[in-house]
């Protein structure tokens, strides 16, 4: 029962991992587990293999547990590709929704720093990254920041110009700049919450 627990307390949404046992070493959660997939796809060429090459143990970094941080140790294989044309002879698997290439923080851990990062930023990030028993300082958030993908741009069809003081009570030229942005109007239908009548 016990086992059932832990493997649903941490891995709910992990397929192929089993938990060997849970080590609270002061105030240090240790969590140790392995890979159990039978097969892994190769990320240069997608060619699944079961030919296992050699196993090792990774140290990931995951969400602390009442306040204590844990760290997973993965054994995971490394399996030898079967296309022969491959340019990568071994590879490392990968667990979905677990780790990913060269992390050193479970895809859990690594979601929350995100968000943390791009609603906090720097120095107010990491402060509450240490709150939450997580160690990230400014510098990693900001890189977790440059790393995350552009946002998709649209182009707007209504833009607005508006004009702005950079100095308080300077209206000269010099003084003054300008800002464009788009002021797509709002759509609204009768009698839902956005209607004119209602604000």
């Known amino acids: 029962m ?17 938990i060997e046992n849970v080590v609270v070493d002061g105030e240090l959660v240790v969590v140790r587990a392995r890979a159990s997939a039978d097969r892994a796809e190769c990320p240069a060429c997608g060619t699944t293999s079961g030919r296992v090459h050699s196993r090792y143990v990774r140290r990931l970094a995951d969400t602390a547990v009442a306040g204590r941080p844990v760290v997973i140790e993965l054994q995971v294989r490394r399996f030898r590709c079967r296309d022969r044309a491959c340019r990568q002879a071994t590879f490392a698997e990968q667990v979905n929704g677990l ?10 851990l690594q979601t929350v720093l995100q968000q943390v990062a791009v609603m906090l930023a720097g120095r107010a990030g990491a402060r509450l990254a240490h709150t939450l028993a997580v160690r990230a300082s400014r510098s990693t958030l900001l890189r977790l920041i440059r790393r995350l993908p552009e946002p998709e741009l649209h182009t707007p069809r209504v833009l607005g110009v508006d004009e702005f003081a950079l100095r308080k009570g300077h209206n000269s030229t010099r003084a003054a700049r300008s800002i464009c942005c788009p002021t797509e109007p709002r759509r609204w239908s009768p009698g839902s919450p956005t209607t004119p009548a209602s604000r």
């Open 2 to 18: 016990g086992d059932v627990f832990l493997q649903d307390l941490w891995f709910h949404q992990v397929e192929g991992v089993v």
């Open 99 to 108: 780790t990913f290439r060269h992390g050193r923080r479970s895809t859990g």
